[in-house]
């Protein structure tokens, strides 16, 4: 927590008064706190009360600094952004991306890591509507630290009451310990398909969209790694703060993944490279006749086992998608490439490609395993990470 910046951000509910209990520990703990209210927040608290805990301005307006943008320059200079409590409608707005105030616009900025403490009526908290605006966030990304059962405000019991200091501190520990964790990595990340060209408008590939890579590739980025990502043909795109490497064929892919992984320190192969390409691309559109077409195919270079034959230190890991016998066919590729750890999922009847959910396990040294379970593909790159780097860590 030493030296850590954390924005703070508080609304209007009757809670607002353990953010000031909250502010005064974290400033105890040595972290720097900026607060920013919103303005039912201040019905409740008044401003001085975290002026003088932080010994700082608390930010109440997008309109009170002349020079500066407020909600851009806050997110920049902070580690995370905790908002404690959070209320149905603030969470109701940044489920969809309304931003009418400072905090909410600040929200919307914040590419650092968010953590959000609800606290609220039972009713509310139990509303279809705030149920799946709590559904969007975690599927984005966001830590949210789940209220409690106990006595509230309307001199009921029910859920919605905020949880406990103890416990929001514990998870924003974590979360920015792991803002750092893997600092001074150069990561190298393999995603998406690759397209092998019959002819100038005709290919050979897969399904896969790239999103898990990219979804692990920008858990590395937050987690304060170097991330180069060399990306097959997708429409999905990576955050710019990574080095983005576009490839088509996997030969491509091949010759832009080798040089970099030769400087990194952790590589991960998360590409469905295709296995193989026809063995000649035609020049001109191949026209239709009567008679049948055969393509001949060729096998593609392998990525993975020729950085697995000359290893350079670099931690190894891989991905299997298996439609049987899959922890079985992964851990004999785990062997036979020379990897650290791989990633087995299941994409029997299509499982796996594209958006959604997904499901890992992985396997490690002679019969390691850690089950990732099952999620949205950005929570499971974030459960990937914890596994890989406490792996990392004991080698
Ligand atoms: N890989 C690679 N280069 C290739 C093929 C695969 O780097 N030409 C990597 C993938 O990115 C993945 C792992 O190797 O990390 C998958 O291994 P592979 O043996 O190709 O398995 P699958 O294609 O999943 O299955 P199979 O061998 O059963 O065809």
């Given at each position: 927590m030493k030296e850590s910046r954390i924005l703070l951000g508080v609304c209007g509910g009757i809670a607002a008064y353990k953010a000031a209990a909250l502010t005064s520990t974290l400033v105890q703990r040595g972290a720097v706190v900026e607060v920013v209210m919103t303005d039912d927040a201040q019905r409740f608290v008044g401003p001085l009360t975290f002026a003088a805990l932080t010994q700082r301005p608390v930010y109440t307006s997008l309109w009170e600094a002349q020079e500066k943008i407020p909600h851009i320059a806050l997110v920049r200079s902070a580690d995370a952004f905790a908002?404690?409590?959070?209320t149905a409608n603030v969470i109701a707005k940044l489920a969809h991306g309304i931003a009418d105030d400072l905090l909410t616009n600040a929200a919307l900025a914040a590419t650092i890591p968010l953590v959000v403490a609800p606290a609220m009526n039972a009713a509310m908290y139990e509303h279809p509507a705030t149920v799946e605006n709590l559904r969007l966030l975690r599927e984005r990304g966001v830590t949210l630290v789940e209220p409690e059962s106990g006595f509230l405000a309307e001199r009921e019991r029910g859920i919605g009451r905020l949880a406990d200091e103890g416990k929001i501190l514990a998870v924003l520990e974590t979360v920015l310990a792991r803002t750092r964790e893997l600092e001074g990595?150069?990561?190298?990340?393999?995603?998406?398909?690759?397209?092998?060209?019959?002819d100038p408008v005709r290919f050979?590939?897969?399904?896969?969209?790239g999103t898990t890579g990219i979804e692990i590739a920008r858990e590395a980025l937050a987690r304060g790694a170097e991330v180069d990502l060399v990306l097959g043909p997708t429409s999905a795109e990576a955050p710019g703060k990574i080095r983005t490497h576009r490839v088509t064929?996997?030969?491509?892919?091949?010759?832009?993944?080798?040089?970099?992984?030769?400087r990194a320190s952790i590589v991960v192969a998360a590409a469905a490279v295709s296995d193989w390409r026809p063995s000649r691309a035609h020049a001109q559109k191949v026209k239709k006749t009567g008679a049948?077409?055969?393509?001949e195919m060729v096998r593609n270079p392998d990525i993975l086992a020729a950085l697995g034959e000359h290893k350079n230190g670099a931690y190894l890991v891989g991905f299997a998608a298996e439609t049987e016998e899959h922890e079985a066919n992964g851990r004999e590729k785990l062997r036979r490439k020379h990897l650290d750890a791989?990633?087995?999922?299941?994409?029997?009847e299509g499982r796996g490609f594209g958006g959604g959910e997904n499901e890992l396990v992985i396997l490690h040294g002679e019969d390691g395993r850690i089950a990732l379970g099952r999620g949205p593909k950005r929570e499971l790159a974030a459960r990937f990470w914890d596994a890989i780097a406490a792996l990392r860590a004991k080698t």
């Open positions: 908002i404690v409590p959070a990595e150069r990561i190298v990340i393999t995603a998406g398909p690759t397209r092998e060209p019959i050979v590939s897969n399904g896969s969209t064929t996997a030969q491509e892919m091949y010759d832009a993944t080798l040089p970099l992984a030769q049948e077409l055969n393509v791989i990633a087995v999922n299941d994409v029997a």
